[in-house]
């Protein structure tokens, strides 16, 4: 008996430092090489009385999984979004990207794409949609490899969830009650126009199978574009917005960039607000969203019915409910959480779509002296020595009060 309590006080040391060690990481903690930007002053909202928000701080962002599709030839992108995803704590599964589509395996209408580039991006897209389909996968997040996003992206991702769930979820007490009535009545848009509510009503309950709106009420989440539009009465969708005001993640409204949407941002709204609502003609897919069901109704439209155009453009259309598609839910936001960036570098590499063509004279393009991601302000991509030597000194593109930079590409 003696000989067993030796033994276990000589074990019980190791045993402290062993529960310590447990207890540690279970708590989230890292050695101080592992970088945690700060959440910054974007509007934070209390977050004790909704675990289904918290969940949005864990390395998927509260989707089950994040694909990047990158083709394996580009090893500059891939290194840049790996780096990236790394230092703001997001956990990518990579997905190689298409350059060739064998004629027998292509649906109705392929014929109409008149770039190899386009269709393999199509292929690729629709590979990450039947692994999703496959693995039945709940949600999920699917990015472009040349896609950049604020340090911040966690607690603008929670703001961005507290707006979605407004325009999803009936109101509290009620099964099929919305805060926009537009939602199951689109011919109101007419009468009453777009309404617009603070993130901050809490008419909603909460969500209870995803923090941004229960799965089987959304298709799609467009959270990454190179423009958009907030729709109109005319366009018959529901109407309803949710604003994010004095969110500093946001630049003021002389650097907005519209890109291809429209001005109703800039026009309508204060400086720093963000606004979430229905998708409509969206374009570029550098990042989205979707549930299971979105993910199934996709794959079946674009991969075995037809695919008569880009692949962003079949989005749009099933987002949109045109051109013989059936409407999607599809939220997007602007300006958006995702954008393109472009590094130090000829503009001919930014695309591996639209190809420089063979034999033209390099002397003669364009290079890209400035490194920047559109309406992004403390770009990851763009403060990756920052974040790599632990510099909290991070460089803001879009700097209150300063001129509009003269960006290219």
């Known amino acids: ?79 840049a979004v790996v780096l990236a995803s790394h230092l703001t704590c997001l956990a990518v599964d990579i997905v190689d990207g298409i350059t060739h589509v064998d004629d027998k395996a292509q649906p109705p209408g392929a014929e109409k794409f008149t770039t190899t580039g386009a269709l393999g991006a199509w292929r690729a897209h629709m590979n990450t949609l039947q692994t999703i389909v496959k693995h039945n996968t709940t949600s999920a997040l699917i990015m472009e490899d040349d896609t950049d996003w604020d340090i911040r992206i966690k607690s603008q991702m929670q703001n961005f969830a507290r707006a979605s769930r407004l325009l999803l979820q009936p109101i509290s007490g009620t099964a099929a009650t919305y805060l926009d009535p537009t939602i199951l009545h689109p011919e109101e848009a007419l009468i009453q126009g777009a309404q617009t509510f603070d993130i901050a009503h809490s008419a909603v309950p909460q969500a209870t199978s995803s923090p941004y709106g229960d799965v089987h009420r959304w298709d799609l989440l467009w959270l990454g574009h190179c423009g958009a539009s907030l ?24 650097h907005i960039d519209p890109q291809l949407g429209d001005q109703q941002l800039i026009q309508q709204y204060s400086d720093h607000t963000r606004v979430v609502s229905r998708a409509y003609m969206n374009t570029c ?41 059936p409407g999607l839910t599809c939220l997007s936001v602007l300006p958006q959480l995702f954008q393109q960036h472009r590094p130090i570098a000829r503009e001919s ?11 033209a004279d390099m002397a003669e393009e364009k290079y890209n002296n400035i490194a920047f991601s559109r309406n992004i302000r403390w770009s990851t991509r763009g403060n990756l020595r920052q974040l790599v030597y632990g510099d909290t000194n991070y460089t803001d593109l879009f700097p209150d009060g300063m001129p509009k930079p003269d960006l290219v590409g």
Request: glycine share 8%.
């Open 1 to 79: 008996m003696l000989k067993i309590i030796v033994n276990a006080r000589k074990l019980l040391p190791w045993a402290v430092g062993a529960f310590i060690i447990v207890f540690l990481i279970g708590a989230g903690f890292t050695s101080a090489s592992t970088p945690f930007p700060p959440l910054g002053k974007a509007r934070s909202h209390a977050l004790a009385e909704d675990g289904k928000l918290g969940n949005i701080q864990n390395a998927t962002l509260g989707f089950e999984k994040i694909f990047v599709i990158s083709l394996p030839s580009r090893s500059d992108h891939r290194d």
């Open 231 to 254: 729709p109109r009465a005319e366009n018959h969708l529901p109407l309803g917005r949710v604003s994010i005001s004095a969110d500093e993640t946001v630049p003021e409204k002389q």
């Open 285 to 325: 897919s550098l990042a989205y969203a979707v549930s299971l069901q979105g993910a199934r109704r996709i794959l079946y439209e674009l991969a075995i019915r037809k695919i008569d155009k880009a692949m962003d453009l079949s989005l749009q259309d099933m987002c949109d409910g045109v051109n013989d598609r």
């Open 349 to 359: 590499s930014f695309s591996d779509i639209d190809k420089r063509q063979d034999g």
